[in-house]
């Protein structure tokens, strides 16, 4: 499996430092880090919204935590939002859950990071097929997504 992505493409064609980590398919996101040889909180999970009919959002949640509801209902002005099941999310995307990045998605959705997406070390995050990231600088992943840091998610319970 030695095929570049679209994300990796994308991520490449930016000339940002980064590089490819492949790994065998996972079941949770704890085992990915240790595959992958870094701390679960430098794991960075890519979450589709729904704001509303046809109108999402994505969010860049550190492994270790999950969003908290109300802290980005109120970051995005709106009373209600929720998960969209594994066909709309593809549909919204292009990629399948598991493998899901802003990276080359189908659309340019809105993208918010969670303010805790910081630190000197890489990050890692899915490159559009399962077991395939790109680690690369946290200001650098924000930066070339456009992404509005803000502080919406809390520890995992």
Do not use: C
Not at 1 to 28: H, Q
Not at 77 to 106: H, M
Not at 113 to 119: R, S, Y
């Amino acid at each position: 499996m030695s095929e570049d992505t679209p994300a990796i493409k994308e991520v490449a064609a930016s000339g940002v430092p980064f590089r490819v980590v492949r790994t065998e398919r996972t079941g949770s996101a704890e085992e990915s880090a240790a595959l992958q040889g870094i701390e679960i909180g430098r794991l960075i999970r890519s979450i589709v919204v729904r704001r509303g009919a046809g109108d999402y959002v994505f969010v860049l949640v550190p492994g270790g935590r999950q969003i908290d509801w109300p802290l980005l209902r109120a970051h995005l002005g709106v009373s209600r939002l929720s998960l969209p099941d594994q066909e709309e999310a593809k549909e919204a995307t292009g990629y399948e859950r598991g493998a899901i990045t802003p990276f080359a998605s189908t659309t340019t959705w809105p993208i918010v990071a969670d303010a805790t997406l910081t630190g000197p070390e890489p990050v890692a995050i899915g490159a559009g097929a399962h077991g395939v990231n790109v680690h690369l600088d946290p200001t650098d992943l924000v930066r070339l997504l456009g992404a509005d840091m803000a502080d919406v998610t809390r520890a995992a319970d």
